[in-house]
């Protein structure tokens, strides 16, 4: 068997100190997340970010900033996912938008709410990533290089 990591990117909305959340079911429980997602073949990592922020909560992202690339296996179920964190502003409500299947809700979080909830966060990279951004880890999009192939 070929080993792969899950490639995934999440978007850090901050609105006066709200964070734009996911309220989600995951397999039968609520979970929240920040906006997050599968990166999607022949599609750009921040292409991917501005996809999953309006599919889940109708909000147009727009990065400015990559906080981080992130690596955590899961102890149950051994997969390993690699992430992108991306920050940046939502800048455009859609209120007609239809969420995507499984997103009960989309919540601007204060950091402490957030916390009330950490067992049903997604996963410790929640938590993580909006707190490097706190700390100011931010990187240049130009970071980030695209090859297209001939």
Request: net charge negative; hydrophobic share 40%; aromatic share 8%.
């Amino acid at each position: 068997m070929v080993w792969k990591p899950r490639v995934t990117v999440a978007a850090i909305a901050e609105r006066q100190g709200r964070f734009l959340m996911v309220e989600e079911q995951v397999k039968g429980e609520v979970r929240f997340n920040q906006p997050a997602g599968h990166l999607e073949d022949s599609e750009s990592l921040l292409d991917a970010v501005v996809r999953e922020c309006l599919e889940e909560t109708a909000w147009h992202f727009h990065p400015r900033a990559l906080v981080g690339l992130y690596r955590w296996r899961q102890q149950d179920s051994g997969e390993t996912w690699l992430r992108a964190t991306f920050c940046g502003e939502c800048v455009d409500f859609d209120p007609q938008r239809t969420l995507d299947e499984g997103i009960i809700a989309a919540h601007w979080l204060t950091r402490d709410e957030i916390c009330m909830r950490e067992q049903q966060l997604r996963s410790p990279l929640v938590l993580r990533c909006i707190d490097d951004y706190l700390l100011g880890r931010q990187f240049p999009l130009n970071l980030l290089v695209e090859l297209d192939q001939a």
